[in-house]
């Protein structure tokens, strides 16, 4: 690991934040987290994440609006996001993809080993 | 067989019956009727008949008599011949001698002696009258007539013949009528009974409502049942809604525990026992189960309340292999079962919803290794005509033709099969998602040989509709 990386995880759930969390520090990932939409987007544009994990159903702002926020900021919107998903939701996978979401990590299915996996790939390109 | 029973007649043959027999009971009763009084005045008409013609008979004969000319009397007399009723007649003088008579030749040579007053009698089948024969007002002689009464016979007979074939015609016609009207109150009947049996069935649609036709019985029917319905389907909606609310809710713990469990067998919290570990093995194999259970109870909550929607697109069988076959390396090497892939990297393009096609082959590939213990899975695609099709064989347990009759209800989570967790929802889920997509999904089995289940969706043929 060549420094390390910024990952920022939008999580309403304590539970998921600390799963995610554990698995990245642990990977050696340096790891903020926010507790809501609103939070999450500010966070994502003071400090500047390498990467953002974000789950779409968030009190305040929802994911969707996160990400478009994300998107159309100029300073933001190269940042790859990874969204959290349940399972059975594909239409909202859909619907986070076309609005630009890199890839997608579905909660309580994809193990760890997986999850670091897309979270490699992603910051891959701009984190050689 | 069994004995005759009203109660047990289909309404419409009631319907039917009751119209016809009272159409006809009325009619009979009409002809009856006329018939009697036809009867009864008949005679009286007879009588009058007899009369006049007795009266022209006798104005013609007044000459004859008072000039003592019996031969233009019985020439007279004779013309009576024309009318084959007449059976005898007889004209008497002042003093009651006969003066000139008459008789048919079949009918018997016998004229009665004058009887003075003017007087007519039914008897032995015909009708008698005497009638004084009148000069001016002066008697010049008496009239004797007898006819039979085969004119009123004859006219009874054909009464009776118009009787029976009206009431034959009329029979038929109400029968006509009865049984085109009867379809009237019948047919929305008959409605009520398909539609109330359907949801009895368990395969009513509760939407559906029954048309209310008018403000009869058989309207307050219709719309009583409307009411109930309603009230169904507003149960109905709470269920599912429960089913739902309950899901989510229970999801994200599940998937929360999941988690955990996984960070811990990562030794994201230090070094664990063999003991730990197959205790965390049993958790995180139990939890994935529940997590699919819930899924799987949300997906057929949204199939049932009709909020599922598929995103039809043009998508190449290897993809959709690939995508299905992917994490279950694992647990095929772990029961030492061989996955084999035929056809499936020249299959064509299907369309179909790429994603609900993944989680439909998936179901059927994970259903396949829990019920095969040694042997092999085959995943096959071939074509047939207009459909592409993927098929996923076993060399597992197969099972019984009860059984495959109600894989793909909803019934089997709440009979005695529901043994498995997450065994229950997932063809009946998996068979409405193809249904969406224009296919559809089969089985074969032999118990003990192994199950073949078959998901089939259109090839996509560019050119006509599909995005390429």
């Given at each position: 690991?060549?420094?390390?990386?910024?990952?920022?995880?939008?999580?309403?759930?304590?539970?998921?934040?600390?799963?995610?969390?554990?698995?990245?520090?642990?990977?050696?990932?340096?790891?903020?987290?926010?507790?809501?939409?609103?939070?999450?987007?500010?966070?994502?544009?003071?400090?500047?994440?390498?990467?953002?994990?974000?789950?779409?159903?968030?009190?305040?702002?929802?994911?969707?609006?996160?990400?478009?926020?994300?998107?159309?900021?100029?300073?933001?919107?190269?940042?790859?996001?990874?969204?959290?998903?349940?399972?059975?939701?594909?239409?909202?996978?859909?619907?986070?993809?076309?609005?630009?979401?890199?890839?997608?990590?579905?909660?309580?299915?994809?193990?760890?080993?997986?999850?670091?996996?897309?979270?490699?790939?992603?910051?891959?390109?701009?984190?050689? | 067989?069994?004995?005759?029973?009203?109660?047990?007649?289909?309404?419409?043959?009631?319907?039917?019956?009751?119209?016809?027999?009272?159409?006809?009971?009325?009619?009979?009763?009409?002809?009856?009727?006329?018939?009697?009084?036809?009867?009864?005045?008949?005679?009286?008409v007879m009588r009058q008949n007899l009369s006049n013609l007795a009266?022209?008979?006798?104005?013609?004969?007044?000459?004859?008599?008072?000039?003592?000319?019996?031969?233009?009397?019985?020439?007279?007399?004779?013309?009576?011949?024309?009318?084959?009723h007449?059976?005898?007649?007889?004209?008497?003088?002042?003093?009651?001698?006969?003066?000139?008579?008459?008789?048919?030749?079949?009918?018997?040579?016998?004229?009665?002696?004058?009887?003075?007053?003017?007087?007519?009698?039914?008897?032995?089948?015909?009708v008698?009258?005497?009638?004084?024969?009148?000069?001016?007002?002066?008697?010049?002689?008496?009239?004797?007539?007898?006819s039979?009464?085969?004119e009123?016979?004859?006219?009874?007979?054909?009464?009776?013949?118009?009787?029976?074939?009206?009431?034959?015609?009329?029979?038929?016609?109400?029968?006509?009528?009865?049984?085109?009207?009867?379809?009237?109150?019948?047919?929305?009947?008959?409605?009520?009974?398909?539609?109330?049996?359907?949801?009895?069935?368990?395969?009513?649609?509760?939407?559906?409502?029954?048309?209310?036709?008018?403000?009869?019985?058989?309207?307050?029917?219709?719309?009583?049942?409307?009411?109930?319905?309603?009230?169904?389907?507003?149960?109905?909606?709470?269920?599912?809604?429960?089913?739902?609310?309950?899901?989510?809710?229970?999801?994200?713990?599940?998937?929360?525990?999941?988690?955990?469990?996984?960070?811990?067998?990562?030794?994201?919290?230090?070094?664990?026992?063999?003991?730990?570990?197959?205790?965390?093995?049993?958790?995180?194999?139990?939890?994935?189960?529940?997590?699919?259970?819930?899924?799987?109870?949300?997906?057929?909550?949204?199939?049932?309340?009709?909020?599922?929607?598929?995103?039809?697109?043009?998508?190449?069988?290897?993809?959709?292999?690939?995508?299905?076959?992917?994490?279950?390396?694992?647990?095929?090497?772990?029961?030492?079962?061989?996955?084999?892939?035929?056809?499936?990297?020249?299959?064509?393009?299907?369309?179909?919803?790429?994603?609900?096609?993944?989680?439909?082959?998936?179901?059927?590939?994970?259903?396949?290794?829990?019920?095969?213990?040694?042997?092999?899975?085959?995943?096959?695609?071939?074509?047939?005509?207009?459909?592409?099709?993927?098929?996923?064989?076993?060399?597992?347990?197969?099972?019984?033709?009860?059984?495959?009759?109600?894989?793909?209800?909803?019934?089997?989570?709440?009979?005695?099969?529901?043994?498995?967790?997450?065994?229950?929802?997932?063809?009946?889920?998996?068979?409405?998602?193809?249904?969406?997509?224009?296919?559809?999904?089969?089985?074969?089995?032999?118990?003990?040989?192994?199950?073949?289940?078959?998901?089939?969706?259109?090839?996509?043929?560019?050119?006509?509709?599909?995005?390429?």
């Amino acid at each position: 690991m060549s420094g390390k990386a910024t990952i920022l995880i939008v999580e309403d759930q304590k539970g998921f934040r600390m799963i995610f969390e554990d698995v990245l520090v642990a990977a050696g990932y340096e790891v903020l987290s926010a507790a809501d939409g609103e939070r999450g987007w500010e966070m994502s544009k003071e400090r500047k994440p390498h990467l953002v994990l974000l789950d779409l159903g968030l009190p305040k702002i929802d994911g969707f609006e996160v990400l478009r926020r994300i998107r159309a900021d100029a300073e933001t919107q190269n940042t790859p996001v990874i969204i959290f998903s349940v399972m059975g939701e594909q239409n909202s996978v859909k619907k986070a993809m076309d609005l630009g979401a890199n890839d997608y990590i579905v909660k309580g299915f994809h193990p760890p080993l997986q999850i670091l996996g897309k979270v490699k790939e992603q910051l891959a390109p701009s984190n050689p | 067989m069994g004995i005759f029973r009203f109660s047990d007649m289909p309404l419409k043959k009631k319907i039917t019956l009751i119209a016809v027999v009272s159409s006809s009971v009325s009619l009979l009763m009409a002809c009856l009727v006329f018939i009697l009084s036809e009867s009864l005045t008949f005679p009286r008409v007879m009588r009058q008949n007899l009369s006049n013609l007795a009266q022209i008979i006798g104005d013609n004969s007044t000459a004859a008599l008072s000039f003592n000319d019996s031969r233009t009397a019985q020439g007279l007399l004779d013309t009576l011949k024309a009318n084959p009723h007449i059976l005898s007649a007889c004209l008497y003088d002042l003093k009651g001698q006969v003066f000139a008579r008459y008789a048919r030749p079949d009918a018997p040579q016998y004229w009665p002696a004058v009887v003075w007053e003017e007087k007519s009698e039914f008897s032995g089948g015909s009708v008698r009258i005497f009638q004084p024969v009148l000069s001016g007002g002066d008697r010049v002689g008496t009239l004797y007539l007898e006819s039979d009464t085969r004119e009123m016979q004859l006219r009874m007979m054909d009464y009776t013949l118009v009787t029976v074939v009206v009431g034959v015609l009329a029979f038929l016609i109400s029968l006509l009528v009865a049984s085109r009207l009867q379809q009237r109150v019948t047919g929305p009947l008959q409605q009520v009974v398909d539609r109330m049996k359907d949801i009895a069935k368990g395969e009513g649609d509760l939407t559906k409502r029954l048309e209310v036709t008018g403000k009869d019985e058989i309207g307050e029917v219709a719309e009583a049942f409307n009411t109930f319905v309603g009230k169904l389907q507003g149960v109905e909606d709470m269920k599912l809604d429960l089913i739902s609310v309950v899901s989510h809710q229970l999801k994200t713990p599940v998937a929360e525990i999941n988690g955990f469990i996984e960070n811990m067998m990562m030794g994201l919290t230090g070094e664990l026992n063999p003991k730990q570990k197959t205790y965390l093995d049993e958790m995180r194999a139990i939890g994935r189960e529940n997590y699919r259970l819930i899924t799987d109870l949300l997906s057929a909550s949204k199939i049932d309340r009709g909020v599922v929607t598929v995103d039809l697109k043009p998508v190449s069988t290897k993809e959709v292999v690939g995508l299905a076959i992917r994490d279950y390396e694992v647990p095929l090497a772990r029961k030492g079962l061989s996955l084999e892939l035929e056809g499936v990297w020249e299959g064509g393009m299907l369309y179909a919803d790429r994603d609900k096609l993944v989680e439909a082959l998936r179901n059927l590939i994970n259903n396949a290794i829990k019920c095969t213990d040694k042997g092999s899975i085959t995943v096959r695609a071939l074509t047939e005509g207009d459909m592409g099709v993927i098929e996923v064989a076993d060399t597992g347990i197969g099972m019984d033709a009860e059984t495959m009759g109600r894989l793909f209800t909803k019934n089997r989570v709440l009979g005695k099969e529901a043994h498995r967790s997450g065994a229950g929802l997932g063809l009946y889920i998996t068979k409405n998602f193809m249904k969406q997509q224009n296919g559809d999904i089969t089985v074969t089995s032999e118990k003990g040989r192994g199950t073949c289940f078959k998901l089939a969706v259109p090839r996509f043929k560019p050119g006509e509709g599909g995005r390429l």
